[in-house]
């Protein structure tokens, strides 16, 4: 029976970072950090963030770097550097395999594009402007990079969002499983690849994802994106819902690769805007009570590359014992009720009637599961739980 309480827990606790002159935020984020990056995707990015690399630093890379065994979501990152760096050469092995990497990615975001130009213009035909973002915005912005894209996400005014979806209906061509509260998504009849995930607001972990919607209007300026009259958001706010975003992936532990992009598009998002203005960034934040994920985020970036930060963010500590807080609850989340949850989400009531033999697990994890949710708001008992629980090695755990 795997152990729920400790193993992977005490990977973070155990492991020295914590202690007189760092925090569990600190001791997180270098797991984090030890998990979605080996040493070889280190190096590769430490590569890609010099400003003049060698042939001889590129060589030692492909020592270890394996595009075959790295697969291409991170083989494509190897790629976007062959293509800035022209003058550096990459053996016979690699460099056919790079450039028809960027052309599989190319077609396959062309298809995706197609989709928007599609249903962009219907929109468009009924006085419907979509704000474009994600994804789909950095393609725009670099249209020479292609991009692993599922789909393109888009955004309208709350007023908009059910005529939006009537008149994507209305093409004949697309179908949704279910509309939620913030969003729905949009794929062609009888296929499971998304096509378009169309918003009425911005799902947030504070609740309040509609305050940063009308801030994104006000900022937001109109471009013609792949034929389609649209809105695109400032630098600023790109950012910031890339930080968002990545603050979410850590939580959930979903899209390693998505984690490595997201640096590649906050280091064009800063470059590429001389008066970048961090004021805005910081504002978003706090009109969404989202500053301390946005800290964790920004924490996790300076771990990964410290040269992407300006040295004014990263001395500006945001809410050091908030974090922390939050740190707490992700840990506690993701490794503490992680196993519970995945065996209790497929037990229903109803299927005991059927197989009362299941009335004894259900019984045994069902209810402590309960309990155990009710304390991810209170990240203080939390750190007692674990305390009390190190203290007197007890364990609980989940059946196989």
Not at 227 to 256: H, M, W, Y
Request: proline share 4%.
């Amino acid at each position: 029976m795997p152990v729920l309480w400790k193993s992977e827990i005490d990977k973070v606790i155990d492991t020295g970072y914590v202690n007189k002159e760092t925090s569990i935020t600190d001791a997180l984020i270098e797991n984090f950090y030890k998990e979605v990056m080996k040493p070889e995707d280190r190096k590769l990015l430490e590569l890609f963030f010099t400003p003049n690399p060698t042939q001889e630093e590129l060589n030692a890379l492909l020592k270890i770097w394996d595009i075959e065994v790295k697969g291409g979501a991170k083989a494509l990152m190897l790629a976007y550097f062959m293509k800035q760096h022209p003058n550096l050469q990459f053996t016979a092995y690699e460099g056919p395999r790079l450039k028809g990497l960027l052309k599989y990615f190319r077609f396959h975001n062309l298809k995706i594009i197609a989709h928007y130009s599609k249903i962009g213009r219907a929109l468009n035909e009924k006085g419907i402007t979509p704000m474009i973002l994600k994804g789909g915005a950095m393609k725009y912005l670099r249209p020479d990079l292609p991009r692993v894209m599922g789909d393109i996400d888009a955004l309208v005014k709350r007023d908009e969002f059910m005529p939006a979806v009537k008149t994507v209906l209305t093409t004949g061509e697309y179908e949704y499983d279910r509309i939620f509260d913030h969003s729905v998504d949009f794929h062609e009849i009888g296929q499971e690849a998304g096509a378009l995930d169309l918003h009425r607001y911005i799902e947030m972990d504070s609740g309040k994802g509609e305050k940063l919607v009308k801030l994104l209007y006000k900022r937001a300026r109109k471009v013609n994106v792949f034929g389609v009259r649209s809105l695109i958001p400032c630098n600023e706010d790109l950012l910031f819902i890339t930080l968002i975003n990545l603050a979410r992936n850590l939580k959930g532990n979903t899209s390693k690769a998505g984690l490595l992009y997201a640096l590649f598009d906050f280091d064009f998002l800063l470059k590429s805007k001389p008066d970048f203005d961090w004021d805005i960034v910081t504002g978003n934040a706090k009109a969404t009570d989202m500053e301390i994920q946005m800290n964790f985020a920004l924490k996790f970036i300076n771990k990964i590359s410290p040269n992407i930060l300006p040295d004014d963010i990263k001395n500006n500590i945001f809410f050091e014992e908030e974090t922390n807080n939050f740190s707490i609850a992700v840990m506690y989340d993701r490794f503490y009720l992680n196993d519970l949850r995945t065996k209790c989400r497929p037990m229903k009531v109803a299927d005991l009637f059927k197989n009362p033999s299941e009335i004894s697990e259900y019984l045994k994890l069902k209810p402590v599961y309960f309990s155990l949710k009710l304390l991810r708001g209170h990240p203080h008992l939390i750190k007692f739980l674990i305390r009390d629980l190190k203290e007197r090695d007890y364990e609980i755990t989940c059946l196989n």
